[in-house]
């Protein structure tokens, strides 16, 4: 295999893409994340003069979950006409993460949170660590699925289970999910399910990771 270090934009996320080679997803991180800590950086201090470490930490890591959410899905439809334009691309995607959160963050002052926020910008259980690879990736899937089957016991279970999964490991829609047999969930029925297991995640994992 190539030495991911002198591939090209393109090539490097084509690979991570194709082999999930941990090599690469670590290349792929050492390349990109300076440019997303930096973007992370600069949109938190438009909303506070001296940004917390563990934020932008936080943040460039929520960054990172967003690309490889649903199958990589936005790494996945990304079109490459040049290779500034993926840079443009990841800085786009990081302020809007920052916004999410700061949208968020009002809505919880103003209303307890739960009544403004959706699945659509719903932040994903996220780790503590400032960077990430597709070891660090899978570790988190295996925390994840090992609190959501702690659950087991409850009547719904399988469907939950099977909804949260659809949802963010196969990128099915809220509207799909709500018409496949047996799930007998309306579309605002499927997004309050995942947000109830969202915030019953970010309650048992954010914690443990500090």
Same mark, same amino acid.
């Given at each position: ?92 995607? =990081?302020?809007?993460? !920052?916004?999410?959160?700061? #949208?968020?963050?009002?809505? %919880?002052?103003?209303?307890?949170? *739960? @009544? ?5 910008? =719903?932040?994903?259980? !996220?780790?503590?660590?400032? #960077?990430?690879?597709?070891? %660090?990736?899978?570790?988190?899937? *295996? @925390? ?14 399988? #469907? ?49 990771q500090k």
């Amino acid at each position: 295999m190539d030495d991911p270090r002198k591939l090209s934009a393109q090539e490097l996320v084509q690979l991570c893409l194709d082999s999930q080679d941990e090599a690469s997803w670590t290349e792929f991180v050492r390349r990109f994340q300076p440019t997303i800590a930096g973007v992370v950086t600069k949109c938190v201090r438009a909303h506070m003069r001296q940004p917390k470490p563990d934020l932008i930490e936080d943040l460039t890591q929520e960054t990172f979950l967003k690309l490889v959410a649903n199958d990589f899905k936005a790494l996945r439809t990304f079109e490459f006409r040049h290779e500034r334009a993926f840079f443009g691309f990841l800085k786009v995607v =990081a302020m809007r993460v !920052v916004e999410d959160y700061y #949208r968020k963050l009002n809505s %919880d002052k103003n209303n307890n949170g *739960r @009544e403004e926020e959706d699945i659509d910008t =719903a932040t994903f259980p !996220v780790t503590t660590k400032p #960077r990430i690879n597709a070891a %660090d990736l899978s570790i988190l899937m *295996r @925390e994840i699925d090992q609190c959501l089957t702690e659950q087991s016991s409850e009547p719904n279970f399988t #469907r939950d289970y099977t909804i949260f999964w659809l949802y963010y490991r196969q990128g099915v829609t809220a509207d799909a999910i709500s018409s496949l047999p047996g799930i007998g969930l309306g579309v605002k029925g499927v997004e309050s399910t995942l947000l109830r297991l969202i915030y019953m995640l970010r309650s048992r994992l954010k914690p443990s990771q500090k």
